[in-house]
């Protein structure tokens, strides 16, 4: 990981919001506030894209997949087939 580059920033900023999120994050100082907020938000990004991404993997599998029959015994029947060819029941 590399260093994290600190600059001083002078931004005009809601105090109820800083006073709000400082609460609810059991923070004490300002700076600390906005950090935690600030890495939320990434980790929050980062989930969501992990998140997309396995759901892209698994709609083009399903897309790749066979229709599945109307009739679930025998989607059932077939998926217990295809288990005991995969496993050797």
Known sequence: MSMA???DKHLKLDQRKIDTAKQILGV???T???ERALDMVI???KAESKRKEVVDR???RRAKMKPIPEDTAEWIREA???RD???GF
């Open 32 to 34: 600390e506030t906005i």
């Open 58 to 60: 698994i709609l083009a």
């Open 85 to 87: 060819r995969r496993y």
């Open 28 to 30: 004490k100082t300002e």
């Open 80 to 82: 217990r087939e295809e």
């Open 43 to 45: 980790q929050k990004e």
């Open 5 to 7: 580059a600190i600059k």
